[in-house]
């Protein structure tokens, strides 16, 4: 039977449940275009980021 070689301190068990406190991924409404994306994230669709053209935006 599999027993634990020791105890498991108040500090490593609070790195394993770190990931138990993320929250869910913010989105912000796009001014122009009005669509939703990631703040401070380059929208994909039209390729703009802070009033700049970053990239073209494939043609669909």
Do not use: C
Not at 1 to 14: F, L, T, W, Y
Not at 35 to 57: A, C
């Amino acid at each position: 039977m599999a027993v634990p070689k020791g105890k498991i301190s108040r500090m490593k068990r609070g790195f394993r449940r770190s990931a138990d406190g993320l929250k869910a991924n913010t989105y912000v409404e796009d001014k122009d275009s009005g669509e939703l994306r990631r703040p401070h994230h380059v929208d994909l669709k039209t390729g703009m980021y802070r009033g700049r053209q970053i990239f073209t935006p494939k043609e669909a």
